[in-house]
């Protein structure tokens, strides 16, 4: 699945590797679940989340946990624009 729409390892990078993984996946660099209750591996320091022990986006996995997550978040907006919420 090298470097395809769902997978893209950019070994290039100056931070390559920024987690303990056999391999990374780039794609999702900065995780767009960073404003979502996302169920990944973060904490909060004030305000601010840390998700640097969270390897979801860089996992084989990855494209699909993230791609599905956005999904589910879009159908509950859709639901709560349906009901008037």
Same mark, same amino acid.
């Given at each position: 699945?090298? *470097?395809?729409?769902? %997978? !893209?390892? &950019?070994?290039?990078?100056?931070?390559?590797? /920024?987690?303990? #993984?056999? $391999?990374? &996946?780039?794609? !999702?660099? !900065?995780?767009? #679940?960073?404003?979502?209750?996302? @169920? @990944?591996?973060?904490?909060?320091?004030? *305000?601010?989340?840390? /998700?640097?022990?969270?390897?979801?986006?860089?996992?084989?996995?990855? %494209?699909?946990?993230?791609?599905?997550?956005?999904?589910?978040? *879009? $159908? *509950?907006?859709? @639901?709560?624009? $349906?009901?008037?919420?």
């Amino acid at each position: 699945m090298k *470097n395809s729409y769902r %997978w !893209f390892e &950019n070994k290039e990078c100056k931070y390559y590797p /920024c987690h303990d #993984l056999k $391999e990374i &996946n780039c794609m !999702f660099c !900065f995780c767009p #679940l960073y404003y979502a209750d996302c @169920g @990944g591996n973060y904490t909060m320091a004030g *305000n601010v989340k840390d /998700c640097s022990m969270c390897t979801i986006p860089h996992a084989p996995h990855g %494209w699909d946990y993230i791609v599905g997550k956005i999904s589910e978040i *879009n $159908e *509950n907006k859709k @639901g709560d624009t $349906e009901s008037g919420t």
